[in-house]
T-cell receptor, first 113, second 111 residues
Framework: DAKTTQPNSMESNEEEPVHLPCNHS???????IHWYRQLPSQGPEYVIH???SNVNNRMASLAIAEDRKSSTLILHRATLRDAAVYYC??????????????FGKGTLLTVNP | DTAVSQTPKYLVTQMGNDKSIKCEQN?????MYWYKQDSKKFLKIMFS???????INETVPNRFSPKSPDKAHLNLHINSLELGDSAVYFC??????????FGSGTRLTVV
């Protein structure tokens, strides 16, 4: 699987937007970009995924660069509950057989009140 | 209703024992997984089953044996437990086009 690079940690203030960057310069044309987060003492939680176009859901937005070599997860208004480790992951498919997510170190997001 | 449930939540056992962790999903997903998160917090895939068939088998000691009696269940049996097996084990499920849903984890401590 192609590799991703994320900052080790980021800080944000409550109710402000957060932009979490991810570099994936070796991404292939069929790689999906996935974001998961892991809150303390919990299992990872799906946040969002996309292939080429920007994506929005109730949790976040995913902005994908035109060349797909980087992406940004956007939390529009951070809350204390958003403090977690955020993982940016590339995977050759999205669901079904042989669907494997390889987790890296992720970005530890701290949200200040 | 918990989507992916694992039992037990905590497991403390002595070296050399055999133990099992159970996982059930009620999402109708066709693929299930076991992941291990060690003390350094790295999450590594161990196994994946699709409709009861083993699909992914990473480099895991053969003391670990997954069993899938049906597509809603994936259990993990560990023989001759070692200190290094201490970790949090997560079960997950997925289906085409959707992300993984993880369970809340089983914290295994081998003493």
């Amino acid at each position: 699987d192609a590799k991703t690079t994320q900052p080790n940690s980021m800080e944000s203030n409550e109710e402000e937007p957060v932009h979490l960057p991810c570099n994936h310069s070796t991404i292939s044309g069929t790689d999906y970009i996935h974001w998961y987060r892991q809150l303390p003492s919990q299992g990872p939680e799906y946040v969002i995924h996309g292939l080429t176009s920007n994506v929005n859901n109730r949790m976040a937005s995913l902005a994908i660069a035109e060349d797909r070599k980087s992406s940004t997860l956007i939390l529009h208004r951070a809350t204390l509950r958003d403090a977690a480790v955020y993982y940016c992951i590339l995977s050759r498919n999205s669901g079904g057989s042989n669907y494997k997510l390889t987790f890296g170190k992720g970005t530890l997001l701290t949200v200040n009140p | 209703d918990t989507a992916v449930s694992q039992t037990p939540k905590y497991l403390v056992t002595q070296m050399g024992n055999d133990k099992s962790i159970k996982c059930e999903q009620n999402l109708g997903h066709d693929t299930m997984y076991w992941y291990k998160q060690d003390s350094k917090k790295f999450l590594k895939i161990m196994f994946s089953y699709n409709n009861k068939e083993l699909i992914i088998n990473e480099t895991v000691p053969n003391r670990f044996s997954p069993k899938s009696p049906d597509k809603a269940h994936l259990n993990l049996h560990i023989n001759s437990l070692e200190l290094g097996d201490s970790a949090v084990y997560f079960c997950a499920s997925s289906t085409q086009g959707y992300g993984y849903t993880f369970g809340s984890g089983t914290r295994l401590t081998v003493v």
